[in-house]
């Protein structure tokens, strides 16, 4: 009986360190290295806006959850999948918040890191019709 405490905080550590989006993590190692912009999603984003579970009870992060239900499938819920997105709607909605989204001043993301997520976020996504 007193592994079983044990065995369910290294199995919360594991969990939380595999969702974190810190370097390291899978997504990370998928090229993160080559864009500073995704680095700087997954330390400052996607703790809300990433992909993975959320809270306990719910299956998916509150920021992804939350523009799921904002848009009902007319957007992808996800930011990373988001074609529409521009880099001064990014750094507005970042500097001024929106509904649930608290504002992030240039003390918690630089200017400078701010440009980068917005550029990251912006770039064009490869087609889904593209074939090699």
């Known amino acids: 009986m007193e592994r079983s405490p044990r065995i369910i905080l290294a199995a919360c550590l594991i969990v939380a360190g595999c969702s974190s989006g810190q370097p390291g993590s899978d997504k990370s190692a998928k090229g993160a290295a080559n864009d500073p912009g995704q680095l700087?999603?997954?330390k400052h984003c996607s703790s809300c806006h990433g992909t993975g579970i959320g809270n306990p009870g719910f299956s998916k992060k509150t920021g992804t959850a939350a523009l799921e239900a904002k848009y009902k499938g007319q957007l992808p819920s996800l930011l990373?999948?988001?074609t529409d997105l521009t880099p001064d709607l990014i750094k507005y909605v970042v500097r001024n918040g929106v509904t649930v989204m608290a504002p992030y001043r240039k003390t918690e993301i630089s200017d400078s890191e701010l440009e980068q997520?917005?550029?990251y976020l912006s770039k064009?996504?490869?087609?889904a019709d593209h074939t090699l």
């Open 124 to 127: 064009p996504k490869p087609s």
């Open 80 to 82: 990373e999948d988001r």
């Open 40 to 42: 700087l999603f997954e």
């Open 117 to 119: 997520i917005a550029a």
